[in-house]
């Protein structure tokens, strides 16, 4: 089972960032809710090409940040768009967004516990 | 780099131990996810570098240019200008500078990868980042870029240092070529090709008329190559040039190039060298060949080809004592042809490593048809024959063709005395006994005596002409009773060459007397020569009586009719063992 979010990386985040960690956290997230939105616009005018670049950027950042998961299930929408069959991918988005209030809320448990 | 930074969990190892610690570094990031950006920014921070971090490829570009860092971290996919488009224009910016680009991607496809490397990525960094793999990185880039700097600035060192150094060698070739001059290369009876490795090189190739209207030609081929090769043709130029000018014999050049090469040379080095002295006029080469490879007397009539091999060591090898001057005598006719070359021709190789040789230069000669051709002919064989730029030595050749002497322009002599003052009403006796005339050729002294006369120097080819043949006369048929009919044929003159040798050198009495008497005239001069030999004379009334007829043959050789037509007067006296000459000249128009 994949964890939700990769402990060991975000604790080397917080270190790594020091007083940042928090900005660090909430452009984090901002910018992922906006992502989630373009992302699923792409996959109703099914551009794949969009969606494809759109998604492996997200997908960076979740793994940036340690949210395991969540990169894996974008890892799984790049390759369909890549394959160009997008049938069913509004679907995973669904999955992703769902995936994403999870991180949401852990990692705001995160930055009231520091 | 002073900040501390905290132990890392689970490391056994001291940190800052397992990396060098790395300059500071002004790093360029652009990346259009504000988190990834902000995360890559601190890692680098925390190293100790300055970061700037952009949005996008346009950004990127401006950054680059304003802030010029070191190191530029680029995400491939951006709005705007992607990271391909950017890394192709700051690979463009830097110039010869190094600045690596790194691609920051997780992108896993082959062919997208290869875009990277295509538009000047040097390395790929993917998400999530790791900061040991990203010190790693950095750290071997920055090494990279410093060995990149040190080598750009050496290059640039290195190149500046050489063209100093070109163009001093080409100042110092200027002045060398002033000494090495080409002398009378240009001569229509003269072909040559010098077609040396470096701006210097160890070939030289001399020539300068004698005083007498003859021609000195020497190659020579210094051991090595490059400028210690060339630094021996100096002094071997000015002998050369210096004594050939005053009409010294070519042994007596030779005797002197030989003590100067082998006091300065050091030891195993030398110069091969071969040396001829042509006499237009009487048809005589004389040839000294040491350690060149064969020359060769092409033969007009014919169309035959004779080897002049090396018979002696190379210039600068032997002590002065026991320098052997000896030369061969050739006789040639008008057209025939010598070739003198370094081992350099010899010596080119073709693409099968096989040498050209003189095999090669044989294959040319009894292929040709036309003479006049065969020197371009042997140019065309070799360079046929070379496989491309692997030229491996100096290439010197020079042909040298048999003429009538009307057929060279006439000797301008150097009007190096300015004005009107010197010796003009002198007499002078000088005479030689047995120890001098053994070794001592005093014509070179009395000519520049001569020289001394203002205005006479425009005459000195002729003079010197009467000078050599009335003195040879005396010396050779009176003094020590050679015969001059043993000069015909070219074993001739070798026979008649090596019997004066050996009666020189048992001379043990005898004598020759110089009288020159000159005075001014209103014109120009008049000069008396009077040479009076020890010998028993010969029948001089017989002689001008017979008017080519049997007796004046039996004195071919003598070279009288042409000292009777360069004087006014010749008279012979006593047992015909003495001459007496008038010369009057005219002094020339100033130009």
Redesign the interface.
Known sequence: VTSLIDLD?L???R????Q?FD??IE??LS?TGTRIDEVRAAAVAKDAYQLR?LV??L???C????AVALARCCQDVEKIAKDGELDGVVDLIDEIQRQFLEVRSALIQELGAA | MQQSRPLESGSDSTPGVEFAPVHSMRILVADDNRSDRMILASMLRREGHQVLAVEDGKQAIQAFENERPQMVLLDALMPKMDGFEAARRIKALAGDELVPIIFLTSLQEADELVRCLEAGGDDFLSKPYNKVILRAKISAFERMRTMHATLREQRNLIGETNTALVREQEVAKEIFDNVAHSGCLDAPNIKFLMSPLAIFNGDVLLANRSPHGGMYVLLGDFTGHGLPAAMGIMPMSEIFYGMTAKGFQIEDVLREINRKLKHILPVGFFSCACMVDVDFRTGMMKVWQGGLPNCFLYRRGSREVELVESTHLPLGVMEPGKFDASFEVYSLQPGDRFFMWSDGIHEVRNAAGEMFGEDGLMHVFEGNLDPTGLFDEVIGAVSDFLEEDKREDDLTMVELTMVESSELETLVPRNDRVGDSGPKDWKMSFELGPESLKSFNPLPLLQHLLMEVPGLRGHSSDLFTVLSELYSNALEHGVIGLDSSLKSGPEGFAAYYAQREKLLAELKEGSVRFHFHHEPTEFGGRLHIEIADSGPGFDFERYLASEGTVGRRDLAGRGIPLVMALCNRVDYWGHGNEVRAVYEWHREPQP
């Open positions: 990386t604790h080397e985040l270190e790594v960032m020091a940042e900005e660090l452009a984090y910018d670049e492996h950027s997908k960076g950042s793994s940036n940040i340690g």
